[in-house]
C-alpha cells in the first residue's frame, strides 16, 4: 500500500457511494512511524496528518513544519487535561473531546488565546470499558454543553470495537450526529475505510495502510 493507493481508493467509495468527489478528508496517521516515512509522505505532497500522542506529536511536528508549508495536524489521541494547552498550541482539530472538564479546559483556553482548534466529540459507540470517549446515551446533552461553552463542534468521532461490525457502529455515529445538526463524521482506519465512506464519513485515520505495519505502540 501507499499513499497513492489509498487516495484512489477513497475517490473510488466517494463515487459509489454517490459522494461528491474530494469531500473526505484523508488523515494519514503518523504515530510511531519512523521519521523518513513520514518524510516521504509530506514530500508527496500530502500535508494533513494525526498524532495520538501530544508529546510524541510535540518532538516531531515542528521540525517538520518548518520544513513543509501548510501542515495540518489532527489529535486521534486521548487527551488529558494537564496536556490540553499544549494540545491547543500544536493541533488544529481535536478529535478526542469526550467529558465536561476538557470542554470547560477548552473554552478557557479559547478565551485566552483569542482562537480554538476545530473539534469532534468522541464518542464510545461500542460502551466499552477502556475506551475513551461519552456514551451514545449521554451524547445529546454533552454536545449541547460544548456547544453553549461555543466550541467549535464540527462533528463525531468514533473507534468502533475490534471484534464487532464496524458498519453498526458507523451508522450510529452518523444517527448521532444528524440529530445534532453535526456535519463532520471522523470514522474508518485502514481496515474499514471504504465502509466508513459509504455511511457519511467526512474524515478517514489510516496508519498502516499508508505508512506500513508500526514496530510499536
Ligand atoms: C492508530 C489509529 C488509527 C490508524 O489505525 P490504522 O489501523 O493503522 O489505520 C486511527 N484512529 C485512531 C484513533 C488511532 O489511534
New binding site residues.
Given amino acids: 500500500m501507499s499513499l497513492h493507493d489509498i487516495t484512489s481508493r477513497i475517490a473510488k467509495a466517494e463515487t459509489d457511494a454517490g459522494r461528491t468527489p474530494g469531500s473526505v478528508e484523508l488523515i494519514a496517521?503518523s504515530?510511531v512511524q519512523p521519521d523518513a516515512r513520514v518524510a516521504a509522505v509530506l514530500s508527496e505532497g500530502h500535508r494533513c496528518f494525526?498524532e495520538?500522542r501530544v508529546q510524541e506529536a510535540e518532538s516531531k511536528w515542528p521540525a517538520f513544519r518548518q520544513e513543509f508549508d501548510g501542515v495540518k495536524l489532527h489529535l486521534?489521541?486521548p487527551l488529558q487535561s494537564n496536556k490540553a494547552r499544549s494540545a491547543f498550541e500544536l493541533f488544529d482539530v481535536i478529535?478526542t473531546l469526550d467529558r465536561p472538564k476538557l470542554a470547560q479546559t477548552f473554552a478557557r483556553l479559547a478565551q485566552e488565546m483569542g482562537r480554538c482548534p476545530d473539534m469532534f466529540v468522541q464518542v464510545n459507540t461500542g460502551e466499552e470499558d477502556q475506551k475513551a470517549g461519552v456514551l451514545p446515551a449521554d451524547a445529546d446533552d454533552f454536545i449541547k454543553e460544548c456547544l453553549s461553552l461555543d466550541l467549535p463542534v464540527r462533528g463525531l468521532m468514533c473507534?468502533p470495537p475490534v471484534d464487532e461490525e464496524a458498519a453498526l457502529h458507523f451508522a450510529l455515529l452518523a444517527k448521532i450526529a444528524a440529530r445534532n445538526g453535526l456535519r463532520d463524521l471522523s470514522m474508518g482506519?485502514?481496515?474499514d475505510f471504504e465502509k466508513a465512506i459509504a455511511l457519511g464519513a467526512t474524515h478517514v485515520?489510516?496508519?498502516?495502510?499508508i505508512f506500513g505495519e508500526?514496530t510499536a505502540g
Avoid: F, L, P, Q
Avoid at 205 to 209: L, Q
Fill in positions: 496517521v504515530k494525526g495520538n486521534i489521541g478529535h473507534i482506519m485502514s481496515s485515520r489510516v496508519g498502516s495502510a508500526r
